[in-house]
């Protein structure tokens, strides 16, 4: 099977800190990337890497056939990205949040109401973000993550905020049961590596194997 | 290209109009420096090069105010990732960006010159209107290119309040000379020569250098 990501010796500082150090993995697509580690441990950094809002200062990075940083142009109609931040505008509704999106990646209405069923979010669709429950954002922020169909996705503590209903509600977008490539990073170790087919260790920006002293 | 670009710009006036952040405040602080220079000068009515310097000071300091928070949803709310997301040229986003600023300070002008010209101006604009428009909307359009350039420089610096001001002012001084200059025969008391030709083509020329050079640099001021 073809490899989504091809990672090898990664690297990338924050001027002087080293953020991330010698990461070498390999992801079939298809599969899913369980990313672990302590706070501070690069996890973050690693996503927004793959998603290309960042460079890599050193060793060689492919995502979905795109060499980085170079071909990054080629990622963002690819890649979805569910972060810390939802990337949704407070003072707009969750519906037209998530138009918004759609327009900017070419994709049509219809799909922005599926999406809001699918997510169980049609009754307050039309509510201003700013109104809305951490868990109810979050669910748009997946849909938001989704419009576009990517074939890769970059999971950052996605479940976090919801209750156990929602995330089973978007399983089907964001979990295994998705068919996608994805990145996951989570503190819920069992939890991640349940749902993974490999698993990368972080501490201090490095390779390190997953056991208890990971987050030490 | 023009989809995205129309996309942003209808989000960003969209949000401007249920939050009031920007053109409120610019009309009220053009307002309040009106009142300041009509009692700080203490006169009743100004004309000629000073009315128009006081006119085109006061409306460049308050675009400082519109181009400091022209990425603040952006920056607030994590829509710079957002964006940089999505398939987007990031010439749409400069045009988006440059032709919110444009209306904003549009819809300031509406209110701050009849504002200007009731507590300072000494003659009246009405024959000279057609020529005050063209000069605010060239102003306007030199504004708003280097403006969403400066607005992209700062957006993710932590002290882009004090970067603002610091980029753009000096970058403004030619609209300023060109603009008030163009004004300074409409606001004069009695006619005398007139020079408007020559200074609206320096200003449509500035216009026309920094519209083209904030597409090829807008690329590169978004880049981490």
Redesign the interface.
Known sequence: MDAAIELDNLARRYGERVALAGVTVSVASGATLAVLGGNGAGKTTLLRVLAGLLRPHGGAARVLGASLPGDRWRLPARVGYLGHEPLLYRELSGRENLRYHARLHGVPDARVDELLAAVGMEERAGDAVRDLSKGMVQRLAAARAVLHDPELLLLDEPRASLDPVAAELLEPLIGRASGRTRVLVSHDVEGALAESDLSLGLRGGRPAPVDAELYR | MT??AR??LR?DL??EV??KESVPAMVLFSITVYVLFHFGLDRDSLDGELASGVLWVTLLLAAVIGVSRLFA?ERE???I????????DRTALFVAKAAALFLFLTAVELVAVPAFALLLLGPGLGGALPELFAVLALGNLGVAAVGALVAALAAETRAHELIVPLLLLPLLVPVLIACAQATEPLFRQEAGPEDLGRWLSLLTLYDVVFVLLSIAVFDFLL??
């Open positions: 989809r995205a996309t942003i989000k969209l949000i249920r939050t949803a709310q994590g829509g990732d957002g964006l940089l997301l999505a398939p987007v880049e981490d």
